[in-house]
C-alpha cells in the first residue's frame, strides 16, 4: 500500500488527530491517538513518514523581517526622543521593538525614525 504523507494523520478510531510518539523499547516511531488507544507504526523505508520536524534554513545572514512605515503610528510601541537617525534628521523621536534574535546573537532593538521612517538596529 503506498502513502503519501499528508502533513497529518488521524485516527482510524475516532478521527482525532495522530501524534508522533516514540517507542523506546523497540526504538520506532508510532503515531498515537491522545483520546482513545490506537497506534500506528511509521513507514520504516519512508524518510517522509519518519520526519517529525524539519528546520529549513535558507537566507543565512539576511535580515527576516520587514519593518513597514505605518509602524510609527502604533500607539502600542515605546518611543524614545534622543535617538540619533542615520539619516540626521532634525528631530530624534523613534518607536522601537526588539528584532527577532538568531541563536545567541543577543537582544537587539529595532529603531524607526517616526520623521523619514528610516530604521535601524542597535
Known amino acids: 500500500m503506498e502513502r ?3 502533513g497529518m494523520r488521524f485516527c482510524r478510531e475516532c478521527n482525532n488527530m495522530l501524534y508522533p510518539k516514540e517507542d523506546k ?3 520506532v516511531l508510532l503515531y498515537a491517538c491522545r483520546n482513545c488507544d490506537h497506534s500506528e507504526e511509521a513507514a520504516r523505508n519512508d524518510p517522509t513518514e519518519n520526519c517529525v520536524y524539519r528546520n529549513d534554513i535558507s537566507g543565512v545572514g539576511a535580515e527576516r523581517y520587514i519593518v513597514r512605515p505605518e509602524i510609527v503610528t502604533d500607539p502600542t510601541l515605546p518611543r524614545t526622543k534622543n535617538a540619533n537617525c542615520p539619516n540626521e534628521c532634525d528631530k530624534k523621536e ?4 526588539q528584532a527577532p534574535s538568531k541563536g545567541d546573537e543577543g537582544m537587539k532593538l529595532v529603531f524607526v525614525c517616526t520623521t523619514c521612517k528610516t530604521y535601524w538596529k542597535e
Open 94 to 97: 523613534a518607536v522601537f521593538f
Open 25 to 27: 523499547q523497540n526504538r
Open 4 to 6: 503519501n504523507f499528508e
